[in-house]
């Protein structure tokens, strides 16, 4: 489907004005129309100054500042994103969060939703971030460091008010572990919307918006709860703006439900464009069209911005760029694929934690390490802000962790890698688990192994690894499970340099 192609739902009405009103419409039933552009972008981490092929944020700062011109400025325009802003690229890292924070302050965003990835940097930043934006930071579902965040926020737009509630991805116990979970307590979807729905209805908005860090359809390992299921169980919500899949949905209606949605895939690729038709005498939405409008057609437009920020913009684009070409060190030969930059990582998490053992995945396997190694190469390998976690494992924990791996990778899915021990199978077929150090680590032994992984990995990896993370549970009530909160960059960047 051509993203830039408008689309219409015509289940709000075929004819504006005619259905609400029926034959009898009359020039005061036009007048309680309110146009309202509603604009977003989501998944951006921190892509700025990277160009149209991998998108780029100051490409969609162009558009906005067109676009809202267009719809007569900004108290007819609402402008939302809906998360995973922060980190992503080495200028999100170096500025901990607040290039983003800048664009979005000096481009007038109305609302922020954060997203998974905006937890990466700790929960104590995310709070201060939070404090930093001019934009309501919404999330309904969202209770941080003892402090609920702001549920749902109303906003006038042309004359119409506009119902904007927020939520946070859902599931982020799947991919987040240790420190960074410390403080962060989610609800329930249905319980949230089942709280929130009646404050909202109190306030008789016009239109009413749900902006989510989630996709339309999370997958079965999340044991995920699709949009429409929400769309369909709460009809009063006219639009849900999405976030998190990167997929590019110009507008569609979820399930069986009226509810539109619309999502503008990742990294500053397109922006979401949605006009939406108000009827403010009967406080409901009469026609919506949407569309995505493609950012490879925009200029770069940091002028869109106020001189503060974009002098601030252009100072961390230059430090990202002064930082990036920095050389940690040598490697000797090519180091490419998955077993071998996976034997890498490990050996970098075993240095780092002193730990026997380790097991990892490969974040990116199309990453290549070969002579003078940059800051560039060492963020390509390892994009993600995942911390080494240790666990002091008794042998029968350890052959439960190493066997849901067996499995997985003879039923060809992901799997991780590990480095440290060998396992041989003796001759009755039990598997013999021999150490470092060359002796073997027996059934009756009492040893416990140091085993590092990364806090993605223990928090099952997006919903797979569930021996893992059960044990690793059951090992931090126990306190044989800590967070370094040592980043699998910082053990690879460190390894590099000393080897």
Not at 208 to 233: S, W
Not at 282 to 301: C, E, Q, T, Y
């Amino acid at each position: 489907m051509d993203i830039i192609t408008t689309l219409r739902l015509t289940a709000f009405l075929l004819v504006a004005i005619s259905a609400a009103a029926g034959p009898w419409a009359t020039a005061e039933d036009a007048r309680n129309i309110r146009h309202v552009l509603i604009l977003e972008s989501s998944d951006l981490h921190s892509h700025v100054g990277t160009g149209p092929e991998e998108g780029d944020w100051l490409l969609l700062a162009d558009l906005i500042d067109k676009e809202r011109k267009k719809a007569g400025g900004a108290s007819n325009t609402l402008l939302v994103d809906c998360g995973d802003t922060l980190p992503g690229t080495i200028a999100g890292i170096l500025s901990r969060g607040e290039l983003a924070v800048e664009i979005m302050n000096g481009l007038k965003y109305d609302a922020w939703i954060p997203g998974n990835h905006d937890f990466e940097l700790g929960p104590k930043r995310l709070l201060e971030v939070i404090g930093e934006l001019h934009p309501a930071t919404l999330a309904a579902n969202l209770n941080l460091l003892g402090k609920p965040v702001t549920p749902w926020k109303l906003f006038k737009k042309n004359g119409a008010e506009i119902a904007v509630i927020g939520m946070t991805s859902p599931y982020l116990s799947k991919w987040l572990w240790g420190d960074n979970m410390e403080g962060v307590a989610l609800t329930d979807m249905f319980d949230t919307l089942d709280k929130v729905m009646p404050e909202v209805a109190k306030a008789k908005p016009d239109m009413t918006i749900l902006a989510i860090h989630q996709g339309r359809f999370p997958p079965a390992r999340l044991d995920g709860t699709p949009l429409a299921k929400i769309a369909e169980r709460y009809p009063q919500i006219d639009l849900i703006l999405g976030g998190h899949s990167h997929q590019l949905v110009p507008g569609e209606r979820l399930g069986k439900s009226r509810t539109w949605y619309v999502e503008p895939g990742g990294h500053g690729i397109a922006l979401g464009w949605v006009m939406a038709d108000i009827d403010i005498l009967r406080h409901r939405v009469a026609d919506i069209h949407s569309k995505l409008l493609p950012a490879k057609n925009a200029k770069p437009a940091i002028s869109a911005m106020p001189p503060d920020t974009a002098a601030k913009i252009k100072r961390w684009l230059k430090i990202t760029t002064q930082e990036s070409k920095k050389i940690v060190g040598k490697v000797h030969g090519k180091i490419s694929g998955k077993p071998r930059l996976g034997n890498l990582f490990q050996t970098a998490m075993m240095a780092k934690t002193n730990a026997e053992a380790a097991f990892s995945g490969v974040v990116d396997a199309a990453a290549v390490l070969e002579g003078d190694v940059s800051e560039a190469d060492i963020f390509a390998a390892l994009p993600y802000e995942d911390t080494i976690c240790v666990l002091d494992l008794e042998r029968g924990d350890f052959l439960r962790i190493w066997q849901e791996q067996q499995d997985r990778a003879k039923e060809q899915r992901s799997a991780l890698y590990w480095s440290g021990v060998k396992i041989k199978r003796a001759r009755d077929g039990t598997p013999k688990i021999i150490l470092a150090n060359g002796s073997e680590w027996k059934p009756d032994s009492p040893k416990r192994l140091k085993v590092a992984f990364s806090s993605y990995d223990l928090a099952s990896g997006g919903g797979r690894f569930h021996t893992l993370t059960e044990i690793a549970a059951k090992l931090k009530r126990e306190n044989r499970a800590r967070d370094t909160q040592i980043t699998m960059r910082q053990a690879l960047r460190n390894f590099i340099a000393k080897k």
